[in-house]
């Protein structure tokens, strides 16, 4: 028999390989003058069991398969195909000149998908031939890309966890010499502060203001870290008591600040992680108390429902507002809006908020008037028997 195009054993993808079963050698050398200029790789088999060892060797975009045959007929061949995994999905067109009723239902039964009526006419011949021809040739692309994009994945995520792990050590080194440095600023004021006079005093008040916002920096930057390395493992968190919680922790910024603060009881149960739910609700009640017109009380809401599957839960103040061409960047790490000066931070408590509350399977938006207040909005899962 003979072959040719590609050889047998390679898996083109520019070209796909089409087999013609037939015991009688006039019919195979027709449908190779049929088929030959039609720019495919044609494999030719004299019988089933020839057909059956051609399907081991490689992919095909379709079988012609005669169905007289002696020894294996058509109809065994098609059912042998189609019992193995590999050829399983190969179309098959019959090749008969027995048209009748019950010979079509059983080559439909054994795995047909047409017919062609022998003698063959080869306008027809090429015409059934180029559609699944065509459709293999776009399964085998749609593959190629679908193989591509997901070793462009896995590369993506090897570089994100390496930058992660990055990241997480120079931030871990850092804090130890910040430490230090606040360690020996503290020393220098408590032993030679009177000798330092007033200019000196003031420069060490600068240098331990500026240890303070970078170790503030650091770990931030930890938590940041750690929330994408870390294993977060869901189970019920009433917000409630981490409300509570987030309160207690922020008194000086409540207390400081004459801050009214509300919250609207009862408040619904996530499915969450406990830690990282309470960085959600700490770094939203932060804000929301920390962004406010100068000597300004801040007044805060907070609330929450559950509904069918969803928990939400909103912080909610009455304080500068966001316009609205910066509600989306002020998630991503390091995005301020105002200088250190007016409102101290380091800009990554956002991107805190919505990597933890993504990392639960939840989202989080921002709706903001400037001059009138923000309201961040958390839905999460809800936690089941909940209301
Ligand atoms: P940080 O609070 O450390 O500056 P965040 O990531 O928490 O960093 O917030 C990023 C920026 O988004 C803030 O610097 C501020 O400009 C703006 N922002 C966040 N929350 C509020 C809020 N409740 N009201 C007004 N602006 C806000």
Aim: include cysteine.
């Amino acid at each position: 028999m003979s072959v040719f195009g590609a050889p047998a054993e390679a898996p083109a993808t520019s070209t796909a390989g089409i087999l013609v079963v037939d015991d009688q050698p006039a019919a195979l050398c027709a449908m190779e003058a049929m088929l030959k200029d039609f720019g495919q790789d044609l494999v030719l088999a004299s019988s089933g069991a020839d057909a059956l060892r051609r399907l081991l060797e490689r992919d095909f975009a379709v079988i012609l398969l005669d169905v007289r045959m002696p020894g294996m007929d058509g109809f065994e061949t098609a059912e042998l195909i189609r019992s193995r995994e590999r050829s399983r999905t190969i179309p098959i067109i019959f090749l008969t000149a027995d048209q009748s009723e019950p010979q079509v239902r059983r080559g439909y039964a054994a795995g047909a998908v047409d017919y062609l009526a022998k003698p063959v006419v080869p306008e027809i011949l090429r015409s059934k031939v180029s559609v699944f021809v065509d459709l293999h040739l776009k399964s085998l692309e749609v593959r190629r890309q679908a193989e591509e994009l997901l070793a462009l994945n896995r590369e993506l995520e090897e570089r994100h966890a390496e930058l992660e792990a990055f990241a997480f050590s120079v931030s871990h080194d850092l804090r130890s010499p910040i430490n230090a440095a606040a360690g020996f600023a503290q020393a220098l004021r408590e032993d030679c502060g009177d000798a330092l006079g007033e200019t000196g005093r003031e420069y060490l008040r600068r240098i331990s203001g500026c240890l303070g916002r970078m170790d503030a920096l650091i770990q931030d930057l930890l938590a940041y870290s750690r929330l994408c390395r870390m294993e977060v493992r869901i189970s019920p968190v009433a917000l409630g008591p981490v409300v509570a919680q987030a309160l207690a922790g922020l008194e000086a910024e409540v207390r400081g600040s004459g801050a009214s603060v509300v919250v609207e009881e009862p408040l619904p149960a996530v499915m969450g992680h406990r830690a990282v739910v309470e960085q959600v609700v700490v770094n939203l009640l932060a804000n929301a108390l920390k962004f406010v017109r100068p000597g300004e009380p801040p007044r805060v809401r907070v609330q929450g429902e559950g509904r069918g599957s969803v928990a939400r839960f909103r912080v909610e103040d009455e304080g500068i507002g966001i316009a609205p061409e910066n509600q989306q960047r002020i998630f991503q790490p390091f995005e301020r809006l105002h200088g250190g000066d007016a409102y101290p931070g380091t800009g990554i408590g956002l991107a805190i908020v919505r990597r933890g509350v993504a990392r639960m399977g939840g989202s989080v938006e921002v709706e903001s008037s400037p001059g009138k207040g923000s309201r961040f909005t958390v839905e999460l899962p809800k936690a089941e028997g909940t209301s």
